[in-house]
């Protein structure tokens, strides 16, 4: 993993996987080190973030390293005209590792063929969210006890849930059983599924969630992306098709859990968040500990 970026989650094999959720259990030991000290990270987020920026900055300060970066494009000089690629080849100058979330598909894997530093894709549209997948898989097995063998229902976008699809591509290596719950608009794409069928793992997709809710060891419920939709009308038609509540997590199993990668809409009741079986925001800080494992790894610290 040393020196290579992370721009999608094939990039990485299996034991890849099992030694950056090892090495994630051992930050949530001790996550205040000091590993870094000496390195520099840029994050640049050409989209809004709350959870990736912040918990790849928390990753590098607890480990005394110091990030550089934007969270705003309209800060940076991309606003003069300034291209990507001028962009990643300045900033390569200023530290050890870029981590860029941009709006176009295919940008992460640009920026990682013309960069001289790794590159961590924190989202490029509706494409790849690698390190927001590890930060899942972290949380599968923290809940689940394993991650073989398990039924997964993913409700809602997953269309442009670029969240889903790297999650699918996973987790299809540990014998799964997939549910696919959405509205006939926002079904997954065509080639996730056609991956799945020819690697013979088993996939149902329903627009109601009932079935899934039964049988789902993870249930994985996700936004529907307003701002992916050309057509306001679309979105407004499918915006609050799924609404979780307490009472439709009666028959259950009693090891099920939540899952959401978050920013949440509508898509939770607030009322769920104190059911034991809500594991969203415990997911988002399982964020700071498996990026740490990401950013260690690349640099070849661990
Ligand atoms: N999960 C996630 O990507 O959240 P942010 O958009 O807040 O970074």
Known sequence: MKGK???????????EYKKILSLAAEFEQNSYQNILHGHVVACLFFEPSTRTRLSFESAVN?????????????????????????????????????????????????????????IINAGDGA????????????????????????????????????TV?????AMMHFSPTFYFVS???????????????SNSIPFYEATEMQTALEVADILYM????????????????????YILKNSMLDNTKPTMRILHPLPRVSEISTCVDTNPKA?????AQNGVYVRQAIICSILGLK
């Open 279 to 283: 594991y969203y925001f415990q997911q």
């Open 5 to 15: 970026s992370l721009v999608s989650i094939t990039d990485y094999q299996i034991d």
């Open 183 to 197: 509205p006939p608009e926002l079904r997954l794409p065509k080639e996730y599924k056609q991956i799945l069928t």
């Open 62 to 118: 607890r480990l005394s390293g110091r990030v550089v970066g934007f969270s705003d494009s309209n800060t940076s000089s991309s606003t003069k005209g300034e291209t990507l690629k001028d962009t990643i080849l300045t900033v390569a100058n200023y530290c050890d590792l870029i981590v860029m979330r941009h709006p176009l598909e295919g940008s992460a894997k640009f920026a990682s063929e013309i960069s001289p530093v790794p």
């Open 222 to 241: 996700t936004r529907v992306q307003k701002e992916r939709f050309s057509d306001p009308m679309e979105y407004e038609k499918t915006k609050n098709m």
């Open 127 to 162: 494409n790849q969210h690698p390190s927001q997948t590890l930060l899942d898989m972290y949380s599968i097995l923290k809940t689940q006890g394993t991650l073989e063998n398990l039924t997964i229902a993913l409700v809602g976008d997953l269309k442009y849930g670029r």
């Open 165 to 169: 699809h790297s999650l699918i591509m």
